[in-house]
């Protein structure tokens, strides 16, 4: 609900669609830091990416923003001995 917030109050700014993405992003990594180090670990290792580097819309998306995404993670990080 929070970050329905910030986007309400961005678009009503007129950022774009780009900028949201970029926001909910990093404003998810602050209030999820465990989760949002999981990701940047596993893209580190996987896809040699920084978080930085990765895309905003697919982070934020089901695959890896969600309570199934994370267990899918955490359970690829585990199996390679990086947690």
Do not use: C, H, R
């Amino acid at each position: 609900m929070a970050l329905l917030g910030v986007l309400q109050l961005m678009a009503s700014n007129d950022a774009t669609e780009s900028q949201m993405y970029e926001a909910g992003k990093y404003f998810n990594a602050f209030w999820f830091p465990g989760n949002y180090y999981d990701l940047a670990l596993y893209f580190k290792n996987k896809e040699g990416k920084a978080f930085k580097n990765v895309s905003a819309q697919m982070l934020l998306g089901k695959d890896y923003s969600s309570s199934l995404g994370s267990q899918t993670i955490k359970q690829w990080l585990a199996e390679k001995g990086l947690i």
